[in-house]
Structures are given as structure tokens and as C-alpha cells.
């Protein structure tokens, strides 16, 4: 017992017997940096062939079938059409009266990092003790039990991104994460997603900041040009040394091999930035320095510019109607998404907000029908890609989820009605062909164990 | 100019019109003369010379009234100097009215209003007890123009640990004090004038504002999610024999019964399901629970309440997809704030006699479909634009036309 005792408190490093067998011991000519970095475990769940029959398909590629079915097995979309024959093993869920939509994709989140019940023990989500900190990880905060991320199942999402904060210039590393229940962020994490990079432009740093720098935005551009002009250099000696490996590698330095990650184009950059002016700022930054912003978050101006991101090839993720709450919140208006498409930017809805993300589509709803009212017509497979097929976009993974066509990964969600509707509701969410929410059967309402016991039950009212 | 539009009648006309105090009517007429509603119904004539808004095919019914906002009294709420709604400096402000705080030229307000919203409870916060809340209609170029009723409720807030000293009991103990306190200054007005009085636990104009409360004659609104917190507030009701609302409310579904039993209306925003240690069991069907049992409920917006307080009618159509009858839904954002407020017999229905507050929908007003194509406020017309829309025009094609 007290030898026991001893053995664990003598090192956190000592591997418990049972446990796996540590790595083999690195070569002194190696790099951790060649070793795997925290990889996604996530395994698909194995379940039945589904055949949902006679709903209306959204596919955002481009249809919308009255009366149409799907199929999806193993994960993947098999057909979809008029008329698709069952096969024997399947489960038919009919569809008569309802909606079929890929499953939703947010681009911006802070579930897990930012988790209910929202104490200063869950605050995970700013490493706000420095204005650039690109060495963090969002992931190394996720908490997978956070209570909110069945609600925002619930809601019909099956990826999103999180991000960390928007305190500081440079905020970390984003994790792109299917919503499952699981035990490790590892288990959630979507194989083959790009990394993001959190920055944030305007009041945010410059206020959290203001009395060690930066204090203001002429003080915010600098601190951006400042990091990446360190890991062009890091990158230099990087890429030196790993074209040619031998002799000591270089010492690695967390924050340059994120920023390097953005400077080779590994890593996608997520910027944080309401006004007009501030986001032209930041396409010459990201000019000067040879990458691409692959989308401003929140952008409330960026209907301002929108020919100018359209042409720059970067999305703007938006809210559909928030404004207000700051001055550089100010000009937000409804019709900004709407104005976006119709300048040809790729335009996206986002929640940023535990409460939003439950409801995306009812957002997406907003700002087309905003358009419409104003005469800046959206069709409704547009809208539904500002919440499918676009996000996926941004997070690098369009290839296999977004869209509801053969080949791609079953992500899918059934809706009791229009889900541009007030009143429509998910009703059964498939990830990756496995059901992981069924707002019918209280066997499929996944619950986190923050919940048990002091949580309610809820029913299909959660 | 003031006056010939005060005198314009205005005629409704083809509507299906959503009274709420009675069934719909189709095909109806709601007349309007002098800012108020003369006739409604099927057969309503329309006088020579009345403008006629045509709605046939369209939805009529009252102007919206959220019963839980800040507007006027918040622009940015980031901007410290433009925030009205809170006294730093005193825990026990039931003095502190925020009417003359309310800015009539604040940019929330046409924002608002084109979307329906035509009467808002504006609300003070923070503190033990907040101070007073104002009703304002959403037009007007001064406050005296915009008020419905200058002082329409108290409003206090049971979680604010702070002025308990850490623990929710003292919180409640201290309100006690406070009450009891309110009930001595009144009794010995003399001795306290003649400083011949123990020291009371707020200053005598605080507890001269209390006595309306005390009397029930003014309405405590007490804001408390977690259900040992509303109960405490059923409690400390029953005691002082006050006119009590429960703002907030989270987990008032666990009290439905309780709470329709003892007459005491909630406000809430239906889209509330986050848990947090004082809202373990918010979820999203506490409007319709409560609703069921009979309790009466006024609709709000949840977090920035006053930039979002037009999204009462997307709380509002959630509420009806989570168990609250569509009927219901549309009472809770007109003739049941109204009344919790003391203001049924001028506001929240279609009825003669009533406040011309009246919006035209294109369908269903909770739909994200629908179209707002006709806003009056005390009689008269809005017009539908506000600082967005300007915005919205000036960069309808880019590069704009500065």
C-alpha cells in the first residue's frame, strides 16, 4: 500500500501497470515535432442502412425533391432521388411531411471551451495573458461533457468548429469536432479537418490589452506583422532542416510552428473582425504575408466590402441580425448575408453562441427572408449552404460533408417541417450514418454526465 | 402638423383580425380615430375621407409589447456613457426611476417598432432592489410623449448575492428588512423626521417608494430562475400580501401549479435552456408547462434584451413549437403584459376604446416569412425605416454613392 502510494506520487510520468506501453524512447536526432500531435481516435459508429422515403430532399447542391428519398450506408449517402429502392436490411423512416437537410455546420463555436454551467472553472476559452498566443490549442480545453453540445445535437449540428476566444490578437489553434457523445476530444475531432487559426481584429484586444499594449489598432496591426514576421524565419529554418534532416533540428517553438502552419497554408486563418475597414486592413496583412483568410467571423460590416471578399476569395460568417452590443457592432443590419451573396462572397451563418447553435436554421431563415423583404432575392438552397456546404467550406472538409449527394459522408438531418419554418423542429440527426438523436425515443436524447441526476430529464422540450 | 394627424381616421380594412381579447374575426375593419380605436368587426363602415389600409389576406392584430426590456435606456451596451439603466451606488434603489434616463431619440427604437414591436416594459437592473420600470410606446420625440405608465413596476432581483452578503438567505433576509423597514417609516414618519428611530436599512426616499408596493398597488417584479429563489419570492408575497411577478423564472415550470394558484404571473423568454448552477432545469418548454397551468405569461427576449428585443416574435413561434398554443403565444406578447402591467383596459387587444396600436402582417407575425406592412402607434402610422435600412440602401451596390 504505501510502496503503492509512494509510486504515485513519484511521477506523473510512471505508467500505471495495465496501461499502454510508453512510446519508444525518441532518437536524440529526431524532432517531437515528427511524432504525432495529438491525433483524432474518432471512430464511426456502426448502424443499420437507412432509407428515408417520401420527404422533401434539401440537398444544397443545388435540389430541393418534393416527395424524394435517401439512402446512406455505412456512413456514406448512396442515393438520392424520386424513387430509391430499400434494401432488405434497412431501416425506412417515413418521411411523408418532412424535411431533409445535411447536417449543420458551425463555423463558430466555443462549446466545450466556454462550458455550461459557465463558472470560472469551465472558462477555458481566452489564454488572455498575452496578445498572441498561437501555441495554444483549443482542443486542450474542450471538456466533451459539456451539457450544451447535445442541445446544439438537438438542433440538427453534427460539426462545428471551436475556437478560442477573441481577447488576443493571435488566439490559438482551433479544433474542428463532430458532436457525438464521447469520453476524449480525440474521439471527437474530425479526421482530415484543417486547424484554424483564432485571430481577432478591433475592440477586443485593444481593450484587453490597453495597458501593456496593444492599445489600439494602428497597435493591433503591429502585433500581427510582429508574429508572422518571427515564424517567416522559423519557418525558414524548418523547412531547412527537414529537407535535409540531419544534425540537431531546430528548437521548436509552439506559437511559429502554428503561425509557420498558416504561412505554408496547412492552417486556415478564422478572423475575428466586425468593421469594413479593419477586414481590407487584414487582406493587405494577409497579403504581405502570403496566406489567405479563409473567413472573417461575426463581420457585421462586411456587407460593406462584399465585393472586395468576393473577391479575395474569403467567406464571411455571420449572425443573422445581432448588432448593437458595441461600437464596432453598430452597422450591423439583416440583410448582410443577403447583400454578401448577392455579390458573390461566400457567406456563411454562425452562431458564436451556446443558444444560437440550436438554432441555425432558424437563423438562415431570417436573413433570406430579410433579403427577400428588401428585394435582394436568396434561394433556398443558397441559405441552407450558408449553414452547410459554405461552413464546411471554411473548416476545409467540403469534399465529404455539406451537401446531401451519393459519396459523401451521412451526415443528415430529418425536420418535422420547412426548416426555414418557427416552428420546424429536428427530429432525428444522423452522424456519419449513425443516429444521435431522436427527439422520439428518450434511449436516443443523449444526456452528458454533468446531467445525471441534477439535470432534469428533459423531454422533447429540451 | 401634430394635430391634423392626432385627428386622421384611419380604416383597416379585409383583415383576419387576431382581437385577442375575443376569437379572430375575418374579413374585418378596425377603425381608428384620434389615436384610438373606435369599431372593429365584419360589418364596421368606413367613414368618408378615412385613409384605408387595405388588408385583405393579411393579419391584424395589437402592437406587440414585450414586457422586458431596456430600451431608451441603452444604446451600446458597451459604451458605459450610454447606459442608463443601473445605479452603481445604491443596492436599494426603489427611488430610482429610469424614466427620465429614457432617450427618445435612441436608435433601438425605430429598429424596434418596424418589426411590430409598438410597447415596451423599460426596466432598470442590477441591485437588490433596481428601481422602477417605465412603459413606453415606441414613438414620440419626448419622454412625456412616450410613456404609458411612469411607474409600472418595482423591480428587484433575488440572485443578487452581493447585497446579502454571499448567501442567497441574506439576500432574502435583507429584503425582509427592507420591506419591514418600509412599513416602519411609513408608521412613524414623525419619529424618523425627529431622528428619534434605530437607523433603517435604506434611505428614506427608497423606503417612501416602497409603500405603493407594500400597498399592492404597484406591481414587485422579482427576478429568480432557480426554484428555491421563487418560491422564497412566493413566500416573502404571500407575507407582505404583495403584488408579485416573477421575471426570468428558468425553472418556474417545477412551480407551475404554485405559482397559477397563487395568481402569479411569469415573464420569460421561451428560448432560455442553458443550465447553469441557478438554472439546472431551464429548458424550453417552460412557457408552455406553464401556460398549461394556467399561469400567465408574458414573453421577453433573452440575453441583450434590449438590441434583440424585436426577436419576442422568434421566442414567441419557439414557445408554440415547444408546447405553448399559438393563441396563447400571441396574448403573451400583447393583452397579458399589458395586464400584469395595470394596463388591460387601454392596451394589448382590438377593442373599442382601446389605444390604436395596431400592426399589419403579411401571414403569421411569428413567422420568419412573414412581412410587417403596416405599423400604428397611438393612431398613427409608422414609417418603416430606421437607421438599418439607411444603411442597408446606402450599400445596396457597392461601391456606395457617399
Redesign the interface.
Known amino acids: 500500500m504505501a510502496l503503492l502510494a509512494a509510486a504515485g506520487c513519484a511521477s506523473g510520468g510512471a505508467a500505471p501497470s495495465g496501461a499502454a506501453a510508453p512510446a519508444p524512447a525518441a532518437r536524440a536526432d529526431t524532432s517531437s515535432a515528427q511524432r504525432p500531435q495529438y491525433p483524432s481516435t474518432y471512430r464511426r459508429h456502426d448502424y443499420r442502412p437507412v432509407l428515408i422515403r417520401n420527404a422533401t430532399i434539401m440537398t444544397a447542391a443545388g435540389q430541393e425533391i418534393a416527395g424524394g428519398s435517401i439512402l446512406f450506408r455505412d456512413g456514406r449517402i448512396v442515393a438520392v432521388g424520386a424513387s430509391v429502392e430499400a434494401p432488405a436490411d434497412a431501416i425506412v423512416v417515413d418521411g411523408t411531411g418532412k424535411y431533409v437537410t445535411p447536417g449543420i455546420i458551425d463555423t463558430h463555436s466555443h462549446l466545450g471551451v466556454y462550458a ?4 470560472w472553472a469551465e472558462s477555458d476559452g481566452n489564454e488572455a495573458t498575452s496578445p498572441v498566443t498561437g501555441e495554444v490549442w483549443a482542443e486542450h480545453s474542450v471538456w466533451p461533457q459539456d ?2 453540445i447535445p ?1 446544439a445535437v438537438a438542433g440538427g449540428v453534427t460539426v462545428m468548429q471551436v475556437l478560442p476566444g477573441s481577447a488576443n490578437l493571435i488566439g490559438g489553434r482551433s479544433v474542428v469536432v463532430r458532436l457525438i457523445p464521447a469520453r476524449t476530444v480525440q474521439e471527437m475531432k474530425f479526421p482530415g479537418a484543417r486547424y484554424g487559426l483564432k485571430m481577432a481584429c478591433g ?1 477586443n484586444p485593444k481593450r484587453v490589452y490597453q495597458n501593456r499594449g496593444p492599445s489600439t489598432r494602428m497597435g493591433n496591426m503591429a502585433g500581427y506583422r510582429d508574429a508572422f514576421i518571427a515564424a517567416e524565419a522559423y519557418r525558414r529554418r524548418w523547412d531547412a532542416w527537414l529537407a535535409d534532416p540531419k544534425g540537431t533540428p531546430p528548437e521548436r517553438n509552439l506559437e511559429q510552428e502554428t503561425l509557420a502552419g498558416v504561412l505554408r497554408g496547412d492552417i486556415y486563418v478564422q478572423n475575428h473582425c466586425y468593421r469594413a475597414d479593419e477586414m481590407a486592413q487584414m487582406l493587405d496583412l494577409a497579403r504581405e504575408f502570403g496566406f489567405s483568410i479563409r473567413s472573417f467571423h461575426h463581420a457585421v460590416e462586411a ?5 472586395l471578399l468576393a473577391q479575395a476569395g474569403s467567406a464571411a460568417s455571420v449572425w443573422a ?7 464596432e457592432a ?6 448582410n448575408a443577403a ?1 454578401l451573396q448577392q ?1 458573390g462572397a461566400r457567406t456563411v451563418i454562425h452562431s458564436d453562441s ?2 444560437g447553435i ?2 441555425l436554421n ?1 437563423e438562415a ?2 436573413a ?2 430579410a433579403g427577400a ?2 428585394g ?1 432575392p436568396v434561394t433556398r438552397d443558397q441559405a441552407l449552404r450558408w449553414i452547410t456546404a459554405n461552413p464546411a467550406w471554411v473548416l476545409g472538409i467540403d469534399s465529404l460533408v455539406g451537401t446531401l449527394e451519393p459519396g459523401k459522408v451521412a451526415d443528415v438531418v430529418l425536420w418535422s417541417r420547412d426548416p ?6 429536428a427530429l432525428q440527426v444522423y452522424n456519419d450514418g449513425w443516429l444521435v438523436y431522436d427527439r422520439a425515443d428518450a434511449e436516443r436524447r443523449p444526456r452528458t454526465d ?2 445525471l441526476w ?3 430529464a ?2 422533447v ?2 | 402638423m401634430i394635430a391634423l394627424l392626432l385627428a386622421q381616421t384611419i380604416a383597416i380594412t379585409g383583415g383576419t383580425v387576431h382581437t385577442v381579447s375575443g376569437t379572430p374575426i375575418e374579413h374585418a375593419t378596425v377603425l381608428v380615430k384620434d389615436g384610438v380605436i373606435v369599431a372593429v368587426g365584419a360589418d364596421v363602415a368606413v367613414p368618408a375621407g378615412a385613409r384605408v389600409i387595405d388588408a385583405r389576406g393579411k393579419v391584424v392584430t395589437p402592437g406587440l409589447f414585450n414586457g422586458g426590456t431596456q430600451l431608451g435606456l441603452t ?5 458605459q456613457s450610454n447606459n442608463e439603466g443601473s445605479l452603481s451606488d445604491n443596492e436599494v434603489a426603489a427611488s430610482f426611476n429610469v424614466a427620465a434616463g429614457i432617450n427618445p431619440a435612441s436608435q ?1 427604437i425605430p429598429v424596434t417598432r418596424v418589426e411590430g414591436i409598438t410597447t415596451t416594459l423599460s426596466a432598470p437592473d442590477g441591485g437588490l432592489i433596481s428601481g422602477q420600470a417605465v412603459v413606453i410606446d415606441l414613438a414620440g420625440e419626448t419622454v412625456a410623449d412616450m410613456l404609458v405608465a411612469r411607474s409600472a413596476a418595482m423591480v428587484a432581483n433575488i440572485a443578487a448575492k452581493g447585497a446579502g452578503g454571499g448567501s442567497r438567505a441574506g439576500v432574502i433576509a435583507r429584503l425582509r428588512r427592507v420591506l419591514d423597514d418600509a412599513r416602519e417609516y411609513q408608521r412613524r414618519r414623525g419619529d424618523y423626521q425627529r431622528a428619534q428611530i434605530q437607523p433603517l436599512a435604506a434611505a428614506a426616499a427608497d423606503l417612501q417608494a416602497l409603500q405603493p408596493v407594500l400597498a399592492g398597488t404597484l406591481p414587485l417584479v422579482i427576478r429568480a430562475d432557480r426554484n428555491s429563489d421563487i418560491q422564497a419570492a412566493l413566500d416573502l408575497a404571500a407575507e407582505y400580501k404583495l403584488r408579485l411577478i416573477i421575471a426570468d423564472g428558468a425553472e418556474a415550470w417545477m412551480l407551475a401549479d404554485r405559482l397559477a394558484a397563487a395568481h402569479v404571473p411569469v415573464i420569460l423568454s421561451p ?7 441557478d438554472a ?2 431551464a ?3 417552460n412557457a ?1 408547462l406553464l401556460a398549461r397551468a394556467g399561469v400567465r405569461i408574458a414573453l421577453t427576449v ?3 434584451g ?3 428585443s ?2 419576442v416574435r ?1 421566442e414567441a ?2 414557445a ?4 405553448m398554443a399559438w393563441d396563447e403565444a400571441l396574448r403573451a406578447v400583447t393583452l397579458t403584459p399589458a395586464e400584469i402591467y395595470g394596463l388591460g383596459a387601454r392596451y394589448g387587444s382590438l377593442e373599442k376604446g382601446k389605444v390604436a396600436n395596431i400592426v399589419v402582417w403579411s401571414g403569421d407575425p ?4 412573414t ?1 410587417v406592412e403596416a405599423v400604428l402607434i397611438r393612431g398613427q402610422e409608422i414609417p418603416l425605416t430606421s437607421r ?1 435600412t439607411e ?2 440602401e446606402r ?2 451596390t ?3 454613392a457617399y
Do not use: C
Not at chain 1, 456587407?303 to 465585393?307: N, P, S, V
Not at chain 1, 441580425?321 to 461600437?327: I, L, M, N, T, V
Not at chain 2, 411569428?366 to 416569412?369: A, K, L, N, P, Y
Open positions: 455550461a454551467p459557465g463558472t451539457p450544451q442541445l475592440e456587407y460593406k466590402i462584399a465585393d441580425d445581432w448588432w448593437g452590443f458595441k461600437e453598430m452597422d450591423g443590419i439583416q440583410e447583400l455579390a451556446p443558444s440550436q438554432r432558424q431563415a431570417k433570406m427572408y423583404r428588401a435582394i426555414f419554418s418557427v416552428y420546424s423542429q454533468f446531467e441534477q439535470v432534469p428533459p423531454g422540450d429540451r | 444604446e451600446i451596451s458597451a459604451v433601438l428560448l432560455t435552456n442553458i443550465p447553469s448552477y439546472l432545469g429548458r424550453y418548454g408552455g433573452g440575453g441583450d434590449s438590441h434583440n424585436r426577436l422568434q413561434g419557439n408554440v413549437s415547444y408546447g411569428f413567422e420568419f416569412s412581412r438599418q444603411l442597408r450599400y445596396r457597392l461601391p456606395p
